[in-house]
């Protein structure tokens, strides 16, 4: 009996010393010059339109590794839809933040940002007028962190709580200027569009920047509602907690909330879509099974309310889910 418990225990110790190994991929910036962080991408195809990349990165602490690149994102932006439309569809601007397992190294071929600037190129390259989302040139702004963190094989699966934590921390102050900035400058010219994608870990980092703004725009909204400064935001496999989900579902239920299109004459008209969607696969491991089991670790000393309603979920079950899940 002794026997066994010791073992147990010298592989707990073995388990915990592999998780606490230093890490393999360092906690740097990797677009440090305006060549790097701001690029035109090369579109082929007779109805492409003009399509450009930036990078906007944050460290571990969400803090941006350089303000530079948010100044001269916004200002490339500014710029792009300032220039004269053909067709007066505006600039479409896809802002996308990754999620574990991945960072902004441009060198990676197989990385969050090769996969970025093929959707940014493919989004240019069928750009026409019959497209609900049609634009005269594409803006992608890459947001960029260190989700990943090791090569180890087997190793990097130990990481996905250290990383979550790190995420909460990006979903801060430099994370919402960022982007209400992007929004603000993209909605300057009228008829441009902005999408905010967020994947995974990222999708939770945007779901809890978003949800403030939200909040803050409908609660200070009078009779005549509010001018929203983004036209679509996806949220992919979010590491999200239902229990924040819940409450920005709780506001805009009491509060009736509805999506209008209001055209130049006051004319309005239901929005075809929502603001919001969240989508998540069933199969997704990460957000299925380890983030449950962490969450229910985690909170082992916390108190919830009991008075949840017969047939709806505890708060408990609610604050150890993601989103997806319930």
């Known amino acids: ?77 500014r710029e792009v839809t300032r220039e004269p439309d053909e067709s007066g569809d505006g600039t479409l601007v896809i802002v996308y933040i990754h999620g574990w397992k991945n960072d902004a190294d441009p060198d990676d071929p197989d990385g969050a940002l090769a996969d970025f600037r093929a ?59 960022t982007l209400l900035r992007i929004m603000a400058a993209t909605k300057a010219r009228p008829g441009s569009k902005c999408f905010i994608v967020g994947h995974s870990m990222g999708g939770m980092i945007i779901g809890r920047t978003i949800a403030p703004i939200i909040t803050t725009l409908l609660l200070s909204a009078g009779d005549g509602g509010t001018r929203l400064p983004v036209d679509l935001v996806l949220l992919q496999n979010p590491a999200l907690d239902a229990l924040a989900s819940w409450q920005t579902i709780d506001l805009l239920k009491r509060f009736h909330a509805t999506l209008q299109l209001r055209a130049p004459d006051g004319a309005t008209e239901p929005a075809r879509g929502p603001l919001i969607a969240s989508i998540t696969s069933e199969a997704d491991g990460a957000t ?39």
């Open 1 to 77: 009996m002794m026997h066994s418990i010791r073992r147990i225990a010298i592989r707990g110790m073995l388990t915990l010393g592999l998780a606490g190994l230093p890490a393999c991929v360092s906690h740097r910036i990797y677009n440090e010059s305006p060549e790097q962080y701001l690029q035109s991408v090369p579109v082929e195809g007779d109805q492409a339109v003009p399509a450009h990349l930036a990078v906007i990165e944050f460290d571990d602490h969400g803090v941006l590794w350089k303000r530079s690149q948010l100044e001269d994102t916004v200002a490339l932006i």
């Open 119 to 177: 959707t940014v190129r493919a989004n240019a390259a069928r750009n026409t007028g019959d497209r609900p989302f049609a634009a005269d040139r594409v803006v992608g702004v890459f947001l960029g962190w260190r989700g990943d963190t090791s090569d180890v094989p087997g190793h990097e699966e130990l990481t996905f709580w250290d990383r979550r934590q790190v995420a909460e921390r990006i979903a801060s102050v430099h994370m919402q200027e």
């Open 288 to 326: 299925g099974r380890a983030y449950p089991f962490g969450r229910t670790i985690a909170s082992l000393g916390t108190s919830f309310r009991r008075d949840h309603e017969p047939g709806r979920p505890s708060q408990r079950f609610l604050a150890t889910h993601a989103l997806g899940h319930v």
